[in-house]
């Protein structure tokens, strides 16, 4: 087999098993999850990775090679450190909670978007332009999912700091403590 073409399959075998993993993955994180958005996010994806596996099953076909999977360590490596953090977070609270989750999985979504990327560039060198249209497919899934999580960080950044301020306000400056409190509900309501 030429170089190239051996280069994208063997990328493409290690993105097979990086979204299997990530099938068996995604339902725990979508459990772990507490607020609902993050929570439907994990949930949607889990589908459209569940669909990504179907079609990389027909980006083999197309190229007229074996869907095998090869081990991809680094997404072994990304779900484990995942895991971990749900287990760290557990009895933090919700917002920081979620966001280590949202943390571990745009670092995923990342590693997704380099791997398709690199996938679909090869294929557009080697001419295999219905390989290609695939994989922009599914390119445009994990841009989407990453620009998805960073909205729903976004406020949940916004509402731990809130968090954060109030209680430092409550230890360190008590005579000050009564305005500070009514300033956080106030933004709050407004962030609610
Ligand atoms: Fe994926
Ligand atoms: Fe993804």
């Known amino acids: 087999m030429p170089q190239l073409k051996e280069l994208l399959v063997e990328e493409l075998q290690d993105l097979l098993h990086a979204e299997t993993q990530l099938t068996a993955a995604l339902p725990k994180m979508a459990q772990a999850a507490s607020h609902p958005a993050l929570k ?27 869907a095998e999977p090869k081990p991809c360590r680094a997404m072994q490596g990304l779900i484990e ?3 971990e953090r749900i287990q760290e977070t557990s009895g933090k609270e919700a917002p920081a909670a979620d966001l280590a989750l949202i943390a571990a999985a745009q670092k995923i979504e990342h590693y997704e978007i380099a791997a398709y ?3 679909r560039g090869l294929a557009r060198q080697l001419g295999e332009f219905d390989c290609a249209r695939l994989l922009s497919r599914t390119l ?15 406020p949940l950044v916004q509402q731990a700091a809130l968090n954060e301020r109030g209680a430092n306000v409550n230890l360190d400056l008590p005579e000050r ?9 106030r933004t709050e309501k407004v962030a609610g």
């Open 40 to 66: 439907e996010a994990f949930e949607k994806h889990l589908l459209q990775t569940q669909n990504q596996v179907e079609r990389l099953q027909k980006v083999f076909e197309t190229l007229g090679e074996k």
């Open 81 to 83: 450190e995942g895991k």
């Open 117 to 119: 990327g690199t996938a």
């Open 140 to 154: 445009g899934e994990e841009e989407s999912a990453d620009f998805l999580l960073t909205s729903i960080s976004d």
């Open 177 to 185: 403590s009564a305005s500070y409190k009514k300033k956080s509900v």
